[in-house]
Antibody, heavy 122, light 107 residues
Framework: QVQLQESGPGLVKPSETLSLTCTVSGVSTSNSYWSWIRQPPGKGLEWIGYIYYSGHTNYNPSLKSRVTISEDTSKNQFSLRLRSVTAADTAVYYC????????????????WGQGTLVTVSS | DIQMTQSPSSLSASVGDRVTITCRASQSISRHLNWYQQKPGKAPNLLIY???SLQTGVPSRFSGSGSGTDFTLTISSLQPEDFATYSCQQTYSTPLTFGPGTKVEIK
């Protein structure tokens, strides 16, 4: 059974860097697509990006200039860094596993972490 | 980017009702459409992928249909645990995009 758990600071100052880590258990991060998705309070879901197959990445163009997703396969973790944050980046951040089928690519998300609220405020 | 819209934005229904939620894509996405259920304070849960394939463990009262730009999620007989927000997502191309959600409330 795949389990994901986000960790990181719940409060980040404007202009600083948001850093989150997702720890995966039950499956190796060497396979599948590992993604970050966020949800501002009271709003819909926004895909941030994913990392897959030995470090390849795909980012949402709306965030691409500020985002880095990386992985540490030895720890079965992957991480998000979002630079130069503003209040608009306040959201619940989810990590999720992306999965593909013979008829589906890019991936849908079949396992999610519980989410972590990150507030951007001075 | 492919824009996803949903209707209605919210609905009230009773236990046992048949409920239908619609999702529309701004361009054809073939059958690359997925549905998620989200309860307050919880992560989304995948219900349907590839427009009509039921995710393992999801009750058979949930079903999906459609192709191209118009899709439907149907709950055949609404149960108390089904009161939640339902969102669609396209996986035709990146950036992956989600619909704004449909909140299903108790009448």
């Amino acid at each position: 059974q795949v389990q994901l758990q986000e960790s990181g600071p719940g409060l980040v100052k404007p202009s600083e860097t948001l850093s989150l880590t997702c720890t995966v258990s039950g499956v190796s991060t060497s396979n599948s697509y590992w993604s970050w998705i966020r949800q501002p309070p009271g709003k819909g879901l926004e895909w941030i990006g994913y990392i897959y197959y030995s470090g390849h990445t795909n980012y949402n163009p709306s965030l691409k200039s500020r985002v880095t997703i990386s992985e540490d396969t030895s720890k079965n973790q992957f991480s998000l860094r979002l630079r130069s944050v503003t209040a608009a980046d306040t959201a619940v951040y989810y990590c999720a596993r992306g999965w593909t089928t013979v008829t589906t690519y890019p991936p849908f998300f079949d396992s999610w972490g519980q989410g972590t609220l990150v507030t951007v405020s001075s | 980017d492919i824009q996803m819209t949903q209707s209605p934005s919210s609905l009230s229904a009773s236990v046992g009702d048949r409920v239908t939620i619609t999702c529309r894509a701004s361009q054809s996405i073939s059958r690359h459409l997925n549905w998620y259920q989200q309860k307050p304070g919880k992560a989304p849960n995948l219900l349907i992928y590839d427009a009509s394939s039921l995710q393992t463990g999801v009750p058979s009262r949930f079903s999906g249909s459609g192709s191209g730009t118009d899709f439907t999620l149907t709950i055949s007989s609404l149960q108390p645990e089904d009161f939640a927000t339902y969102s669609c997502q396209q996986t035709y191309s990146t950036p992956l995009t989600f619909g704004p959600g449909t909140k299903v409330e108790i009448k």
